[in-house]
């Protein structure tokens, strides 16, 4: 079996981290070598040029991604992220998870992502609006709610996501819902799906806090990144019973040993635009947020933040992982080895994002609407499933957590594409 002749187009650190997790899971389940290359590379990317009409009246052509990294096992499915470090190789990346999440959760998706190398605050309002505009114009084509469904990911929101399906509904002449999810309610989105990531996390956080025998209310959580996977998780754990004694954004951090207050935190932020002078506790940088001793670490920013330096020196029991590729494959084989802390993997741990932008599709297809109960009840009920068989993997197989979730989400995916075989 002759290897794939890979070229240099996604090459970096980030698209090397999630192939080594892919290598990883590959060699543990004896991943045929006739289909691993074709299930580990993207099958196709598409990349745009953007220009925008300023506010001043000057032109800016902003750069885009769109990567399909598996369409195999259904149309596919990811978030598209608004941030000026986006590389085509950091969303390839997350196109990858994106299979093996919905893979890994049973959802009929395959996986993708998409990014624009831009910084979303620098825009005003009709800036943005063009851009997103622009982004889904240039990718008509290759989207549709049969074909590839976006969804909000880092700077990106419900409004992006509103003029995303109002661009593709004018461009096919009748209103499209099902191209886009996490849409406002009030154009077709689900309720619950705004919180569906943050509930998940902490639903999960919960549950394995039970398996451990602490109780919530004896918690303590560090949060990483204050967006909406954050503060999602900050409020449901609260309401929980937990104590959040550490948030941050990308101005820093404020940790509170006796509990910040995470609705002032929030309002407090809806007026100042960012948590920074926010007077709920001390200041920490980021970086310390991570080390800080806590229950619940919940990193829910960007990937690699948990490295091979700061790894031996975490002091939590639980990491939830709230972002996607947060911990470098080095710190994963610390972590294992230091065995006091269970990590819960973010193809797992994040996946009531993705869970509920399905069952918002599943709505706009059928027109038909389901109560804030109903989703959740579902929510819930999906995730005790994948929980269920992360766990079982792992004992069965003596696999780390993330291996067993790798496992499985690789293998449904590869096992789809050896039975419909080869093409043509
Ligand atoms: N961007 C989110 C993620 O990384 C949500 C994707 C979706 O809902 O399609 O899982």
Known sequence: MSKAVVSTLYDSD????????????????????????????????IAVSLPVRRDNGSV??????????????????GGIRFHEGVTLGEVAALAMWMSWKCSLVGLPYGGAKGGVIVNPRELSPT????????????????????LDIAAPDVGTNEQIMAWMMD????????ISPGVVTGKPISVGGSQGRR??????VAYLVGKYLEDLRIPVSQATVAIQGFGNVGSETALALSAMGARIIAISDYTGGIHNPAGIDVKKALAYIQYAGVLKDFDGGGAVTNEELLLLECTVLVPAALERVITKDNAPRL????????ANGPTTNEADRIIEARGDIE?????????????????????????????RDEVLAKLNGILDRAKESVEYQKRKFKFG???????LGIGRVAETKQKRGLFP
């Open 14 to 45: 980030v698209f090397r981290m999630a192939c080594r997790q892919f290598d990883q899971a590959a060699d543990a389940i004896n991943l045929p070598e006739e289909i691993r290359d074709r299930t580990k590379y993207p099958r196709r990317c």
């Open 60 to 77: 800016t052509v902003f750069e885009g991604y769109r990567v399909q990294h598996n369409i195999s096992t259904g149309p596919s499915k």
């Open 127 to 146: 800036e943005l609006e063009h851009l997103s505009r622009r982004y889904m114009q240039e990718l008509i084509g290759f989207v549709g709610p049969q």
């Open 167 to 174: 661009t593709y509904s004018n461009h096919v002449g009748y």
């Open 195 to 200: 919180e569906a990531t943050g509930a998940g």
């Open 315 to 322: 002091r939590c029991r639980v990491i939830a992982e709230g």
């Open 343 to 371: 990590l819960i993997p973010d193809i797992l741990c994040n996946s009531g994002g993705v869970i509920v932008s399905y069952f918002e599709w599943l709505q706009n297809l059928q027109s038909f609407y389901w109560s």
């Open 401 to 407: 957590r993330r291996l067993a979730a790798l496992t």
